[in-house]
Structures are given as C-alpha cells and as structure tokens.
Antibody, heavy 120, light 110 residues
Framework: QVHLQESGPGLVKPSETLSLTCTVS????????WTWIRQPAGKGLEWIGR???????NLNPSLKSRVTMSVDTSKKQFSLNLSAVTAADTAVYYC??????????????WGQGTLVTVSS | QSALTQPASVSGSPGQSITISCTGT?????????VSWYQQHPGKAPKLILY???HRPSGVSNRFSGSKSGNTASLTISGLQAEDEADYYC??????????FGGGTKVTVL
C-alpha cells in the first residue's frame, strides 16, 4: 500500500518561492509519474504538473513560467517549487501518483494535502 | 485553458439515480477516452472512482458508472446512499494542458 506525504512551510511571503516535498513510502518511486495538484479553499482542483523518474516534466501552461519539479528516486521524494507567489497561490497542495490504468495514467494514490498560505 | 464544465450541484433522494455531466472540447474530453472521475469528501483527498470513462478501480462500488458522448462525459450514481454525499470532479487528458479537471459538482442526498 503506497503512502504519500507532503511536507513544507505552511506560510510563504508574497513574491517568495513555495517549496514542497512529497515522500513516498510502501512502493518504489521509480515506476510511475508523480503529480502536484492544488485546491484553493472552497474551489476546484487544479493540475500543476507532473514529473517523471527521468527528471523530465510536463507543466500546466498557466503556471509553467513559475514552476519547477524534480524527483529523487533514491530518497523516494519529489518536489515542487513555485516562484513569485501571490495570495492567489494560497491553496491545499496535494501530491499524487500517476498510475498506468487501462489506456492512460490516473491519480490512484494521493497525499493528505498540505495547506500553504501566502501572506506577509 | 478553462476547466471542464460541471453543474455546481446535483441532489437526489436515497435510492434514486443521479447523473453528473462533464463538458469539454474536442481537445480534451472528445479527444480520447481518457476521462476519470474523483470523489472528495470534506477535508479529505480525492479518490479515483472511474477511469477510461467506464472502468472502476478495484473496491469501487458498481453503483458508479460512466459514459461519454462526443465532448461530454457523465457519471451516474445509482441507488444513492448517504455516503455518496461529496464533491465529484471529472478529469481528462488534454492536448494543450496534459491534464485538466472539471470545476466540481456537489452531490447532496436529500
């Protein structure tokens, strides 16, 4: 049973960089892709991007200029950096596993989510 | 790119069936059958309940079913139960953004 856990600061100042790490346990981090998704309070889900074990990534075009993702399979961790944050980036951030099911990849395991607030 | 379009809310009585629509474009929902649905209870992470439009992961009730026609996918919940009260999100592969979610639908069991 895979378990994902997000970690990182819960409060980030405007214009600074939000940095989160997701630690994977119970399975290898090298056979899937890993995704970040966020959800502002009371709102819907927004896909941020995904990172492959090769280190490559696909990013949401609306956030691409501010986002970097990385993966460290030896530590079973993958990370998100979002630069130049504003209040609009305040949200619960989830990490999730992209598992090949049927004909595509779907988010079959999720972390519990971590609230990040952008405020001075 | 805008989120996929879902009704804000749907309600039904216990035992009834309800259907939630998810409308996109020919670049996402209509492109491939790579549509999934997630159930989210308050304060919890989403849970995958359907993938490839119609397939249920192991352990998901067969009361959940899916379909697609053109650019619109649908989730049907049969035999509505109190535990089905939650938010539901559709998701699709997108040729422009790789993955995209719907705005979410709140299901209320009357």
């Amino acid at each position: 049973q895979v378990h994902l856990q997000e970690s990182g600061p819960g409060l980030v100042k405007p214009s600074e960089t939000l940095s989160l790490t997701c630690t994977v346990s119970g399975d290898s981090a090298s056979r899937y892709y890993w995704t970040w998704i966020r959800q502002p309070a009371g709102k819907g889900l927004e896909w941020i991007g995904r990172v492959y074990t090769s280190g490559g990534s696909n990013l949401n075009p609306s956030l691409k200029s501010r986002v970097t993702m990385s993966v460290d399979t030896s530590k079973k961790q993958f990370s998100l950096n979002l630069s130049a944050v504003t209040a609009a980036d305040t949200a619960v951030y989830y990490c999730a596993r992209g598992l090949a099911l049927g004909n595509w990849y779907y988010f079959d395991s999720w972390g519990q989510g971590t609230l990040v607030t952008v405020s001075s | 790119q805008s989120a996929l379009t879902q009704p804000a809310s749907v309600s039904g009585s216990p035992g009834q069936s309800i259907t939630i629509s998810c409308t996109g474009t020919s670049s996402d929902v209509g492109y491939y059958n790579y549509v999934s649905w997630y159930q989210q209870h308050p304060g919890k992470a989403p849970k995958l309940i359907l993938y490839d439009v119609t397939h249920r992961p192991s352990g998901v009730s067969n009361r959940f079913s899916g379909s697609k026609s053109g650019n619109t996918a649908s989730l049907t919940i049969s035999g509505l139960q109190a535990e089905d009260e939650a938010d539901y999100y559709c998701s699709s592969y997108s040729t422009t953004t790789f993955d995209i979610f719907g705005g979410g639908t709140k299901v209320t069991v009357l």
